[in-house]
């Protein structure tokens, strides 16, 4: 899985986690504010419901007879009243009260009483049934009882009824003046229309207010505090508090969390972030070693730990990025130092010819002495020596720079490998080189002249650095699309840190006291000859001696390459 795939699949993860939880939050205060509304907004005034809500309400049993359900049975206590199922012919089927003053049946004259009482409530449930509500509320009936009573004074059963539900009993005269105020405390008086609009609209009235015109022309008003008072507009304002303060509640704990998670979000994207980006500024100051953070790291493992696993990849490429830089510096320093050295080495190399020139040439011009022709040849012929070598050394060292910018041009022909070696073989002077052995079927495409350079270099080498004696072996294997060329002596080996510079340019000069037959770049010229041919070289050595193996590609095409 890619770092893209992973970062795409760890966000998709966070984010889920964010809309769950803002998801549980919202339903949690969605409940929450539906439960308030309800256990504060209980009551349900049962003359407001429609006639299909109330359809599930009565059900008839196999025997023939009617039930009504507990919850219109409760609703028609709650609302001071109560509820029977009528047929069309005024027979009760069910009613809320079991008495026998509430269960006898109707007649047509009651029907037509009710409707100028305006105390019943009928909803049709078809098939001649009927939900019939029929309020009963302590104002009526105290009032009902005083009038009955038809005295004066209040005995002291009506008066204790009267104060057991917090009632007022008032007289008015026919012109609406209030007269007396029989019972209970005083409040404002009521006026004509203020009677009349307590009689509608249960929910709305603060007070349920029963009232008869008495014999004598007076009006007589029982008042009692509506318990189920609960007018429209308090609560659709109390309602719409309620649903700001919890949208206010909302968003702050949507800003509160959203602050937490970006924290945890941040923590767990920004602390590796900050991390690499530490290591790579260690990296430009060229400090390879990791950082040491038990946070984001397991102690143990030393692997990042499974919540910053997603940036493995990114950990793996910078580990390698700082194990590559700090071999390149390594290998920097040591081809400075190599640099150096050959500068110092080269430097002694021109050095010590010229030094020699100037001393003969001296001696020539000195008028001190006298030089005899023999002597003379002497001086000139130690002079050409050191001039020729001089000269080689120069041109090796132009030559391998012309390789390193591909400035040579390359004549290549097919040619049979182990043929070509066993020519070369013949006309060079060197001693203890067996025959060629190996494939006769061999064919490579290569520059004669410039290979046969590659062969001076590294035959001779094998002859010039073993003792003598010692059997220098060629031998030719043919592969699939290669063709490999080994060269193998039985010399002391090359010493492993030798062997690691074998090749290169700036590893040492040639000390032109000792020997002035080669430059020291011989070895450096055939590596990048054999690179130019599109093929590879390396050495193997070991106190058996030594082996330098050449591949080069199999190809019977001939081509001019020009390399550029």
């Not at 009692?224 to 968003?251: Q, T």
């Not at 012929?381 to 910018?405: C, V």
Request: charged share 25%; aromatic share 10%.
């Amino acid at each position: 899985m890619g770092l893209s795939t992973k970062m795409t699949t760890r966000f998709l993860a966070y984010f889920f986690v964010f809309y769950a939880v803002l998801l549980i939050v919202s339903i949690g205060l969605i409940a929450y504010f539906i439960y308030d509304v309800m256990e504060n907004n209980s009551y349900t005034d049962i003359r407001e419901l429609d006639a299909f809500e109330l359809e599930s309400d009565f059900r008839k049993n196999p025997n023939g007879a009617y039930h009504l359900s507990q919850d219109l049975i409760d609703s028609a206590r709650e609302n001071n009243g109560l509820v029977q199922l009528v047929n069309k012919h005024g027979i009760v089927l069910a009613s809320s009260e079991n008495n026998s003053d509430c269960c006898q049946n109707y007649s047509i004259a009651e029907f037509v009483n009710m409707t100028k009482t305006k105390e019943a409530f009928v909803w049709d449930q078809g098939s001649g049934l009927f939900i019939v509500f029929i309020e009963k509320h302590p104002a009526t009936q105290l009032l009902a009882l005083i009038v009955q009573e038809n005295s004066e004074i209040l005995s002291d059963d009506i008066k204790k009824k009267l104060a057991e539900a917090d009632a007022i009993f008032e007289i008015y005269s026919p012109e609406g003046m209030r007269e007396q105020v029989v019972f209970g405390p005083t409040k404002q008086a009521l006026s004509g229309i203020e009677i009349l609009a307590s009689s509608h609209n249960y929910a709305e009235r603060k007070e349920v207010v029963a009232s008869r015109v008495l014999d004598n022309g007076t009006v007589a008003v029982v008042r009692v505090n509506n318990a189920n008072y609960n007018p429209f507009e308090p609560a659709f304002i109390d309602g719409m508090k309620k649903f700001g303060i919890g949208l206010l509640l909302f968003h702050l704990i949507l800003f509160f969390f959203t602050i937490l998670f970006s924290f945890w979000i941040g923590t767990r994207f920004g602390r590796p972030v900050l991390y690499f980006l530490k290591r790579i500024e260690k990296l430009a100051k060229q400090e390879f070693e990791p950082l040491d953070d038990r946070k984001l790291r397991n102690h143990k493992t030393g692997r990042l730990k499974r919540k910053y696993r997603v940036y493995e990849n990114i950990d793996q490429s910078l580990s390698e990025l700082a194990n590559t830089l700090e071999a390149n510096e390594r290998k920097i320093k040591q081809t400075e130092k190599l640099r150096e050295d050959w500068i110092t080495g080269l430097s002694h190399d021109l050095k010590t010819p010229l030094s020699s020139i100037f001393g003969y040439s001296t001696m020539i011009a000195s008028d001190e002495y006298e030089w005899s022709d023999t002597e003379i040849k002497g001086f000139a012929k130690t002079m050409q020596e050191k001039s020729t070598y001089m000269n080689a050394l120069i041109e090796d060292l132009t030559y391998t720079y012309q390789l390193k910018n591909n400035a040579i041009t390359l004549n290549k022909v097919n040619v049979n490998l182990l043929e070509f070696i066993e020519a070369y073989v013949k006309n060079v002077v060197w001693k203890d080189l067996q025959k060629p052995q190996g494939s006769i079927s061999a064919k490579v495409s290569i520059d004669p002249k410039l290979f046969a350079r590659v062969l001076d270099n590294l035959v001779g080498n094998a002859v010039k650095h073993t003792p003598e004696g010692t059997k220098v072996l060629l031998e030719v294997e043919q592969k699939e699309d290669t063709v490999r060329l080994t060269i193998q002596d039985e010399g002391q080996g090359i010493p492993k840190e030798e062997l690691e510079n074998l090749f290169n340019r700036y590893y040492r000069g040639t000390n032109t006291t000792t020997e002035t037959s080669g430059t020291g770049l011989g070895l450096a010229i055939a590596k990048q000859l054999v690179e130019a041919h599109d093929g590879n070289i390396f050495v193997e050595s070991d106190r058996n001696g030594t082996k330098v193996t050449i591949t080069l590609p199999s190809n019977t095409q001939k081509h001019i390459k020009k390399l550029c």
